[in-house]
């Protein structure tokens, strides 16, 4: 094989690898962004800045996981995704909003299930082939990748991990990308503990 030829097959391999971050937590050189009332953290690999939002949450890990598994609720539960979309058993596409004057993001992840009595690990990468064109106007975030990690650590309590790569690409200024690291990262907690509060009352 040529050297250009090696170049070429490199570059596809990247290109077409999805970023996985099962392994992530191995990772020990995290930044502090914030230390309450999440503790939110980051730090570059592979290339990608990834975040990492840890709290204690006042539920129990089933419950949190049911709702991480309602996919298609997802619109009523994390108020910036407008749309998401089953295309299989693993397979879902995810398109958020975002402020003004920034661009709808979207992205098709495929994702995996582990878990036993006392962990559940959901974890989601981006499928690279076989899907369709953003929409007009839209951002397609290609190397879209997290997890969320729950851990029991009492009936009522449970410790959530969310960690995902906060590149998000298009116009959005890169000054601005820890606040908004911070903002999601907080914004996921409430908006899992409004949701369970909310079906408690139903």
Same mark, same amino acid.
């Given at each position: 094989?040529? +050297?250009?030829?090696?170049?070429? @097959?490199? @570059?596809?391999?990247? #290109?077409?690898?999805?970023?996985?971050?099962?392994?992530? !937590?191995?990772?020990?050189? =995290?930044? $502090?962004?914030?230390?309450?009332?999440?503790?939110?953290? =980051?730090?570059?690999?592979?290339?990608?800045? +990834?975040?990492?939002?840890?709290?204690? #949450? %006042?539920?129990?890990?089933? !419950? @949190?996981?049911?709702?991480?598994?309602?996919?298609?609720?997802?619109?009523?539960?994390?108020?910036?995704?407008? &749309?998401?979309?089953?295309? !299989? &058993?693993?397979?879902?596409? +995810?398109?958020?909003?975002?402020?003004?004057?920034?661009?709808?993001? %979207?992205? *098709?992840?495929?994702?995996? *299930?582990?878990?036993? %009595?006392?962990?559940? +690990?959901? &974890?989601?990468?981006?499928?690279?082939?076989?899907? &369709?064109?953003?929409?007009?106007?839209?951002?397609?975030?290609?190397?879209?990748?997290?997890?969320?990690?729950?851990?029991?650590?009492?009936?009522?309590?449970?410790?959530?991990?969310?960690?995902?790569?906060?590149?998000?690409?298009?116009?959005?200024?890169?000054?601005?990308?820890?606040?908004?690291?911070? $903002?999601?990262?907080?914004?996921?907690?409430? =908006?899992?503990?409004?949701?369970?509060?909310?079906?408690?009352?139903?």
């Amino acid at each position: 094989m040529n +050297i250009e030829k090696m170049i070429t @097959f490199v @570059f596809l391999q990247y #290109c077409l690898h999805a970023l996985d971050l099962k392994n992530i !937590s191995s990772k020990k050189k =995290w930044n $502090t962004l914030q230390d309450n009332p999440a503790r939110i953290e =980051w730090l570059y690999h592979e290339g990608f800045p +990834i975040i990492r939002a840890s709290k204690v #949450c %006042d539920h129990n890990m089933h !419950s @949190f996981a049911e709702l991480i598994l309602d996919l298609e609720n997802y619109p009523n539960i994390f108020k910036r995704v407008t &749309s998401a979309e089953i295309i !299989s &058993s693993d397979v879902v596409h +995810i398109t958020v909003d975002m402020p003004f004057p920034f661009a709808i993001r %979207d992205y *098709i992840v495929q994702f995996d *299930i582990e878990k036993n %009595d006392s962990s559940w +690990i959901f &974890s989601y990468s981006s499928v690279k082939e076989g899907v &369709s064109d953003p929409k007009p106007g839209y951002v397609r975030l290609k190397d879209a990748a997290g997890m969320w990690e729950l851990k029991r650590i009492s009936h009522s309590n449970t410790l959530i991990t969310y960690t995902w790569n906060g590149q998000l690409l298009g116009n959005f200024p890169e000054f601005g990308l820890g606040k908004a690291w911070i $903002t999601q990262g907080n914004e996921v907690f409430y =908006w899992l503990n409004s949701a369970l509060a909310k079906r408690k009352n139903l």
